[in-house]
């Protein structure tokens, strides 16, 4: 078997407010293979996106276990978490997230700008990331002046830049018509076909067959796990 | 990297432009006064601070005792100068005498030795010694001028009389003619003496010449000390002023003569000259002091200006940071650490607080001639050559942006990246509500005390104009009579009053009311003993009373001959404990030392001969020909320049080489009160901008607020809310804020008002309404601040802020 990404034992997640106390995640066990391309869906509510942040170490579990690369990291520090996370991680949004003062260029050039890599080399890589998912004329523009579609391949362009060993996607086209949608996955499984590690949320069931593997969640637990047919191969 | 920050800072600061102009106005305007103010205090605190030895050049001052109580004064005696020298300057390194006068009659003489021209001189002059210019650092250019001072009858002019008086001709060795009194040659021409010195000449004339024109009395005498000779001596760095102090006195006891026991008793005190400037119960020859209250007044404003512009930004930056939410957890996400994420923000601040700076420095460059005009001062604004200035500014840039800035960058830090990247970040969750309240209310507590303050130094000011006085002080002409021409007089007084516009004419050793007095001892009731207090001289003819319309209780006015007939005021009458006006009548009064017996003729109301700081004093008037001084004349102000055209007519022919220089009485007591009034431009001013600069950031924060609660606007609308409705709603809490602030104000300000008043004998009496009054405009400017708003909010269309979510 080959060696897991990620591997989550028993992972739980409350949330706790002044009167009500949500479990969104109730003891979910699953594990990422490098080179994986996994979906996560679910009804809404059901706790995927809580299961995401996990994964992103964006929010730290209440109880259980969750290795990444092999170290456990349940309990690791904020600023632990930050750091593995801007080594180790890219990230994809519903609603693209990106800041809007910054040009296309310098969206794509943050990670890279935070690891503290030197200029020349964030040039080479950011512009590799653009040709890459064929953005790169509209490197000086403002995301204002981009469509959705665009403006989810530079978000891609970004979290592939800094090179991740997992790339975290929460309905990535959830915001994008069918058309800029399958645009998006393509990109995302020929990024997956190059190497790429990639766990995505997904309403969408078309979505779901570019993945490997389908987790179905349903209120914070796993139900099925779906190994997909013709990519059965690849995952195990 | 800092490419980065600050194409983020400038771009994010572009892209908010409403927010960022009003944050920028703010500060600017904030700023702009923070270095206005630092101009005034650094000017004011440079004065005679220039001089090389300033550290231990002192002045002797005289402190008088008398049975009931103390004076200062700063004159030393006449011959105190002689003595010291005569006594190897008793150790001093080197001592100076001087007389200043305030301005004069100045001819210039042409070859014939006949006045060609002729001024009233304001300026100051000088009787100086040639150490005067050894001991302070003036430019003299030329040292052969300075020693020519050690000649009587010589005079140095500074550039601007030099030019005024001989039109840029060669003024060396050309003469000149002092209050007709003293003949002088031109021996120097000297650079214009700098603004901040309160040895102010602009004529230097030589002190040996004083002894012939001494116009108060014997200038060797040990019995009269006059505020307009002073001694300056310097300290020798191996003496301590305590050691020097006390030489000084001994030498004082054992070398005046036996003064009469009634004298008041004497001794020195050395006063260092850095104090001379600030302390008020000294006078000096500008004739200004700024206490050293009024400087920390005028520091604290300056603060509370940049607190209040700092406050709005801090507002205006946490209310805002709910915006960046996103933006902040984009970039923690991507692994941006806290640290970085601070730098960023105090970046942004850095930024805008550097913008407001240079804004400001242009602002006040602009706005500096107009303070100059409204303090009478002449500060000069040189913002690259004056290191201090420089520092300042780069300390406030530095300062703000750390007080404004570390708080919302440390907001905006911490969030949470999820919570961030979802806007789950309202206004209530940025903790800073309880805390933007708290700052809402300093900053409307420092509004309001400001206000309160204006209104009371106003009021108080008003006070002043309009305290009957015990005489009428309106509709009558003033003017220095020229001195040694006594002949005159009383043909002129005749000569004056010829002519239907001119009602009375008196002539008096002073006004009423007047910032000079006489005092003296006196005996009462045939008593051998001196009384225990003194009594104000009014010297005055037998016009005087009516003039000034002053109230006879008892008695009557004297006529000019009555020499031994006075008319004493209720304050003396009371205490001497006369028990009524008309017992007083026929009783004895002998003055000085018992030369002079006669009786009270007739009794008066009281009315005030100094400023109202000071209580009234007992007073005597008297007939005394030789010693008036002022011409008064009541003028029918309806004929104003008909009468002024007679009065200068009937003058230029008495006088001919005198100038008709007049005044109106009740102007020159006005003048009385220009320390004040400075003061209350300045606060009107200033707490005119707090509150404008208060009401920016409240503008900020309910439009705001306005924008983050369009949609609940809309549903509120879509159910049924009115305009007025929605207005509350955005009100309320602010009015609470305002409300709250308006509770500290009160004893804040009750406590410094009651303080200011403290220095005035007469003054108002605090009143509620000035407080409540600034509540009340307080509040009304804040709630249209706030409606302006809330109605734009109302105004919009629901189904528009309904989609805006
Ligand atoms: N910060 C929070 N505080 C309290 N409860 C929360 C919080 N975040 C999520 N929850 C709750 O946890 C549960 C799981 O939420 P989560 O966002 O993971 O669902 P989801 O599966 O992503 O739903 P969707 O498909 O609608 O995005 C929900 O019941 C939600 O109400
Ligand atoms: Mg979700």
């Known amino acids: 078997m080959k060696k897991s990404v990620i591997e989550t034992v028993n992972l739980q997640k409350k949330y706790v407010t002044d009167t009500v106390e949500t479990t969104a995640l109730a003891g979910v066990n699953i594990q990422v293979g490098k080179g994986e391309f996994v979906a996560i869906m679910g009804p809404s509510g059901c706790g995927k996106s809580t299961l995401l942040n996990m994964l992103g170490m964006l929010d730290a579990p209440t109880a259980g276990s969750l290795k990444f690369m092999g170290t456990e990291i349940a309990s690791a520090t904020e600023r632990h978490r930050a750091n593995l996370r801007k080594e180790n991680l890219g990230f994809i949004f519903q609603s693209f997230n990106l800041i809007d003062e910054l040009t296309v260029h310098e969206n794509v050039e943050l990670p890279l700008f935070y690891q503290g890599l030197p200029k020349n080399e964030i040039k080479q890589r950011v512009d590799a990331a653009l040709e890459r998912v064929g953005i790169a004329h509209r490197r000086n523009h403002f995301p204002q002046q981009l469509s959705g579609g665009q403006q989810q391949r530079v978000a891609i362009a970004r979290a592939v830049v800094g090179r991740p060993s997992l790339i975290l996607a929460d309905e990535p086209t959830g915001n994008l018509d069918s058309q800029h949608g399958r645009e998006v996955m393509t990109l995302l499984s020929e990024l997956n076909e190059d190497g790429a590690t990639i766990v995505m949320v997904t309403h969408s069931p078309s979505d779901a067959e570019y993945a490997h593997r389908i987790i179905n969640l349903l209120d914070g637990q796993v139900i099925t796990e779906r190994i997909h047919a013709t990519s059965a191969a690849l995952a195990l | 990297?800092?490419?980065?920050?600050?194409?983020?800072?400038?771009?994010?600061?572009?892209?908010?432009?409403?927010?960022?102009?009003?944050?920028?106005?703010?500060?600017?305007?904030?700023?702009?006064?923070?270095?206005?103010?630092?101009?005034?205090?650094?000017?004011?605190?440079?004065?005679?601070?220039?001089?090389?030895?300033?550290?231990?050049?002192?002045?002797?001052?005289?402190?008088?005792?008398?049975?009931?109580?103390?004076?200062?004064?700063?004159?030393?005696?006449?011959?105190?100068?002689?003595?010291?020298?005569?006594?190897?300057?008793?150790?001093?390194?080197?001592?100076?005498?001087?007389?200043?006068?305030?301005?004069?009659?100045?001819?210039?003489?042409?070859?014939?030795?006949?006045?060609?021209?002729?001024?009233?001189?304001?300026?100051?002059?000088?009787f100086v010694e040639p150490e005067f210019f050894d001991i302070f650092d003036f430019e003299t250019g030329n040292q052969s001028a300075v020693a020519s001072l050690s000649e009587p009858n010589n005079v140095i002019l500074t550039e601007t009389l030099a030019t005024k008086y001989f039109d840029g001709k060669n003024p060396l060795g050309r003469l000149i003619k002092f209050n007709n009194k003293l003949t002088l040659k031109v021996t120097g021409v000297i650079p214009d003496l700098p603004n901040n010195t309160d040895l102010p000449f602009s004529m230097f004339i030589s002190y040996k010449s004083f002894i012939d024109y001494s116009p108060y009395g014997d200038a060797k005498s040990w019995n009269t000390l006059s505020s307009t000779h002073q001694l300056y001596a310097v300290l020798p760095e191996s003496k301590t002023e305590k050691e020097a102090t006390a030489e000084l006195n001994n030498l004082l006891v054992n070398h005046i003569p036996d003064k009469s026991a009634n004298l008041p008793k004497e001794a020195y005190s050395l006063q260092p000259l850095k104090d001379i400037h600030?302390?008020?119960?000294?006078?000096?020859?500008?004739?200004?002091?700024?206490?050293?209250?009024?400087?920390?007044?005028?520091?604290?404003?300056?603060?509370?200006?940049?607190?209040?512009?700092?406050?709005?930004?801090?507002?205006?930056?946490?209310?805002?940071?709910?915006?960046?939410?996103?933006?902040?957890?984009?970039?923690?996400?991507?692994?941006?650490?806290?640290?970085?994420?601070?730098?960023?923000?105090?970046?942004?601040?850095?930024?805008?607080?550097?913008?407001?700076?240079?804004?400001?420095?242009?602002?006040?460059?602009?706005?500096?001639?107009?303070?100059?005009?409204?303090?009478?001062?002449?500060?000069?604004?040189?913002?690259?050559?004056?290191?201090?200035?420089?520092?300042?500014?780069?300390?406030?840039?530095?300062?703000?942006?750390?007080?404004?800035?570390?708080?919302?960058?440390?907001?905006?830090?911490?969030?949470?990246?999820?919570?961030?990247l979802k806007s789950r970040i309202n206004t209530q969750k940025v903790a800073g509500l309880s805390l933007r309240s708290a700052l809402v209310v300093l900053q409307f507590t420092i509004c309001q005390v400001l206000i309160i303050c204006t209104i009371l130094v106003n009021e108080q000011m008003e006070f002043f104009k309009s305290k009957s006085l015990g005489f009428d002080k309106e509709a009558v002409v003033t003017v220095f009579l020229p001195t040694g021409e006594g002949k005159k007089l009383m043909p002129m007084r005749q000569e004056l009053a010829n002519h239907p516009a001119v009602k009375k004419i008196s002539l008096a050793s002073s006004p009423p009311s007047a910032n000079f007095t006489f005092t003296g001892n006196f005996k009462f009731n045939n008593s051998s003993e001196d009384v225990p207090f003194h009594a104000n001289y009014k010297m005055a003819d037998e016009n005087y009373l009516e003039l000034y319309d002053m109230k006879v209780?008892?008695?009557?006015?004297?006529?000019?001959?009555?020499?031994?007939?006075?008319?004493?005021?209720?304050?003396?009458?009371?205490?001497?404990?006369?028990?009524?006006?008309?017992?007083?009548?026929?009783?004895?009064?002998?003055?000085?030392?018992?030369?002079?017996?006669?009786?009270?003729?007739?009794?008066?109301?009281?009315?005030?001969?100094?400023?109202?700081?000071?209580?009234?004093?007992?007073?005597?008037?008297?007939?005394?020909?030789?010693?008036?001084?002022?011409?008064?004349?009541?003028?029918?102000?309806?004929?104003?320049?008909?009468?002024?055209?007679?009065?200068?007519?009937?003058?230029?022919?008495?006088?001919?080489?005198?100038?008709?220089?007049?005044?109106?009485?009740?102007?020159?007591?006005?003048?009385?009160?220009?320390?004040?009034?400075?003061?209350?431009?300045?606060?009107?001013?200033?707490?005119?901008?707090?509150?404008?600069?208060?009401?920016?950031?409240?503008?900020?924060?309910?439009?705001?607020?306005?924008?983050?609660?369009?949609?609940?606007?809309?549903?509120?609308?879509?159910?049924?809310?009115?305009?007025?409705?929605?207005?509350?709603?955005?009100?309320?809490?602010?009015?609470?804020?305002?409300?709250?602030?308006?509770?500290?104000?009160?004893?804040?300000?009750?406590?410094?008002?009651?303080?200011?008043?403290?220095?005035?004998?007469?003054?108002?009496?605090?009143?509620?309404?000035?407080?409540i009054l600034a509540g009340v405009v307080t509040l009304i400017i804040a709630i249209i601040t706030m409606s302006s708003q809330a109605i734009k909010a109302s105004l919009t269309n629901p189904v528009v802020s309904l989609k805006s979510e």
């Open chain 2, 1 to 126: 990297m800092f490419k980065m920050y600050f194409l983020t800072a400038s771009r994010s600061i572009l892209r908010n432009k409403s927010y960022s102009i009003l944050n920028i106005a703010g500060l600017t305007l904030g700023i702009t006064c923070s270095i206005l103010l630092f101009l005034v205090i650094k000017y004011e605190l440079s004065y005679d601070s220039f001089h090389s030895k300033a550290d231990r050049i002192y002045r002797a001052t005289t402190i008088s005792s008398y049975r009931e109580g103390e004076e200062k004064s700063s004159a030393a005696h006449y011959p105190l100068a002689d003595l010291l020298r005569t006594n190897k300057n008793l150790g001093f390194e080197q001592i100076t005498q001087t007389h200043g006068e305030e301005g004069g009659q100045i001819n210039v003489l042409g070859d014939d030795g006949n006045s060609i021209k002729r001024f009233r001189e304001e300026a100051h002059i000088g």
């Open chain 2, 278 to 420: 600030f302390n008020a119960e000294l006078s000096n020859y500008s004739n200004r002091t700024v206490s050293r209250e009024v400087i920390w007044s005028m520091a604290l404003v300056g603060i509370f200006m940049v607190i209040v512009a700092c406050i709005n930004f801090v507002n205006l930056a946490t209310a805002q940071a709910i915006k960046r939410a996103r933006e902040v957890g984009v970039r923690k996400v991507m692994g941006s650490s806290q640290l970085q994420l601070m730098l960023q923000f105090l970046g942004e601040t850095f930024l805008i607080t550097l913008t407001a700076t240079l804004l400001s420095v242009v602002l006040a460059e602009l706005a500096l001639p107009y303070l100059n005009e409204l303090l009478e001062l002449e500060i000069t604004f040189t913002v690259l050559q004056d290191p201090v200035l420089l520092f300042f500014l780069v300390a406030q840039v530095l300062l703000v942006t750390l007080f404004a800035g570390i708080y919302p960058a440390l907001i905006m830090a911490r969030f949470q990246p999820i919570a961030a």
């Open chain 2, 553 to 771: 209780l008892a008695g009557r006015h004297y006529k000019d001959s009555d020499s031994a007939a006075y008319v004493i005021n209720e304050t003396m009458r009371r205490k001497l404990g006369i028990e009524s006006p008309a017992e007083a009548i026929n009783k004895t009064i002998a003055l000085g030392n018992g030369e002079v017996k006669g009786y009270i003729i007739g009794v008066v109301e009281d009315f005030h001969q100094n400023s109202l700081r000071d209580p009234i004093d007992p007073a005597i008037i008297l007939a005394r020909p030789d010693n008036y001084w002022f011409l008064s004349a009541k003028i029918d102000m309806a004929n104003k320049q008909e009468a002024l055209q007679h009065l200068e007519k009937v003058w230029n022919k008495t006088y001919p080489d005198d100038v008709f220089d007049y005044e109106f009485l009740d102007e020159t007591i006005e003048r009385f009160y220009q320390d004040e009034a400075r003061q209350n431009k300045l606060f009107k001013i200033f707490s005119i901008i707090a509150i404008f600069i208060g009401c920016l950031g409240l503008y900020g924060l309910v439009a705001f607020m306005a924008a983050q609660r369009t949609k609940e606007v809309g549903i509120r609308k879509v159910l049924g809310a009115s305009m007025f409705n929605i207005t509350v709603l955005f009100s309320k809490e602010f009015v609470k804020l305002v409300l709250i602030a308006f509770i500290l104000a009160v004893p804040i300000a009750y406590y410094l008002m009651n303080k200011w008043l403290q220095d005035f004998t007469y003054r108002i009496t605090l009143d509620y309404w000035p407080f």
